[in-house]
């Protein structure tokens, strides 16, 4: 079965870019959740989204990330506009439920210059 | 954000030896979750527990759920190369805002002896 799928898995832009980060969760989890890592930070959770709703946007940094999931197989993360301290691994996860297991994609490594 | 103690930050093996790592918390867990990960790919679930007291092994891995459900720990027995990586401990919580959220420990990282 596929796992989570994460586009692009490289991205390096200049500052006051946008960035459009995509995922495709595992057919048939319900859960959805973006994270950021970094050295400093650690994992960290964004956003949740359960049957295609945000739950959860307490972690979302700034009014300058958005994230939406217009259906139960895709969900989007946008930054508008970058800055270098967004410089990060962005990691999608998905599960069954918000309890449950939760299965991670390979990631985003994004490089803001 | 919260995060999980957990310890050591890293350790070095050698091949054949036991590993043992752990994870600690003031909070109560309903779950706890141990992740493995590689350079430049996600965490891979490795062992999920469910319950306090609980042991459970997946291959030369053991991975236990404390009984007060404030700590768990990972041994991995007789270890392999392909066994360095960075291991994360993480768990539900029971209440509290956050409730629901998966917490991460920053990590244990495993290198092999020079």
């Known amino acids: 079965d596929a796992g989570v799928i994460q586009s692009p898995r490289h991205e390096v832009t200049e500052m006051g870019q946008e960035v459009t980060l995509r995922c495709k969760p595992i057919?048939?989890?319900?859960?959805l959740f973006w994270y950021r890592q970094t050295m400093m930070r650690g994992l960290e959770l964004l956003i949740y989204?359960?049957?295609?709703?945000?739950?959860?946007d307490s972690g979302m940094p700034e009014d300058r990330f958005s994230a939406k999931m217009p259906n139960a197989s895709f969900s989007t993360l946008k930054i508008q506009p970058s800055e270098p301290r967004d410089s990060a691994v962005y990691f999608c996860a998905s599960s069954l439920g918000r309890d449950q297991p939760q299965h991670f994609g390979d990631g985003t490594r994004l490089s803001i210059l | 954000g919260q995060q999980l103690n957990q310890s050591p930050q890293s350790m070095f093996i050698q091949e054949g030896e036991d590993v043992s790592m752990n994870c600690t918390s003031s909070?109560?867990?309903?779950?706890w979750l141990w992740y493995k990960q590689d350079p430049g790919e996600g965490p891979v679930l490795l062992i999920a527990l469910y319950k306090a007291g609980e042991l459970t092994s997946n291959g030369r891995l053991t991975a236990q759920f404390g009984i007060t459900r404030k700590d768990s720990f990972l041994n991995i027995s007789a270890s392999i190369p392909s066994d360095v990586g960075i291991y994360f401990c993480a768990g539900h919580r029971s209440y509290g805002g956050s409730q629901g959220n998966l917490i991460f420990g920053k990590g244990t990282k495993l290198s092999v002896k020079p």
């Open positions: 909070s109560i867990f309903n779950t």
């Open positions: 989204f359960n049957n295609n709703v945000p739950i959860d």
């Open positions: 057919s048939g989890h319900n859960s």
